[in-house]
């Protein structure tokens, strides 16, 4: 976009890294795509004033994180189905042997998903958690615990390690 200066530098430079950051919310890559691409209309539209104000990468990840959340807000119930029907590579996604941990992460509720992802891969504090999914503090904690409790138990009663050794 000609009349936008530094939005196409931001998309070149931002894209995988919010792409990872899109798979890890969602634990599927059309849908991380999606975000993705939704984010970055919404940015496009608010670029002159994200780029002076505000961090434009933390206004798209938070952008990313209120649409993977408004939809398990309209559906509250996600169907899952075994595999996709078709998967595609992207460099940008986990390893394989590293699949394990991300099946076990996108089988949790999405909003349980939404906080561990916001806790420990963007390493945000329950109070920024809470302002970013529109919920309470305490609801950030309780999410956070059950999903790692469920984390945990299915992670240790799994028969193969789900990364390797080193």
Known sequence: MDDEPG??????????????????LSGNPHDAADLV???LVRLCGAWPRVRRKDNPH???????????ISVWRRRRREH????????????SFPPDEDQGLWQELAALPRKQ???????????LS????????????????????????????????????????R
Do not use: C, W
């Open 80 to 91: 899952l189905t075994g595999e996709p029907p078709d998967r595609v590579h992207h460099e």
């Open 113 to 123: 998903r939404a906080v561990l992802v916001l806790r420990h891969y963007e390493q």
């Open 58 to 68: 933390s206004y798209t990840r938070t952008t990313m994180a209120r649409l993977h």
């Open 37 to 39: 691409q939704e984010a």
């Open 126 to 165: 329950d109070g920024e958690i809470a302002k970013v999914l529109g919920i309470s503090p305490g609801t950030v904690r309780s999410q956070a615990s059950r999903g790692l409790d469920k984390l945990r138990s299915s992670l240790s009663s799994s028969p193969a390690p789900h990364r390797s050794m």
């Open 7 to 24: 939005f196409d530098d931001f998309v070149a430079e931002h894209t995988d890294a919010l792409l990872r950051y899109g798979y890890v």
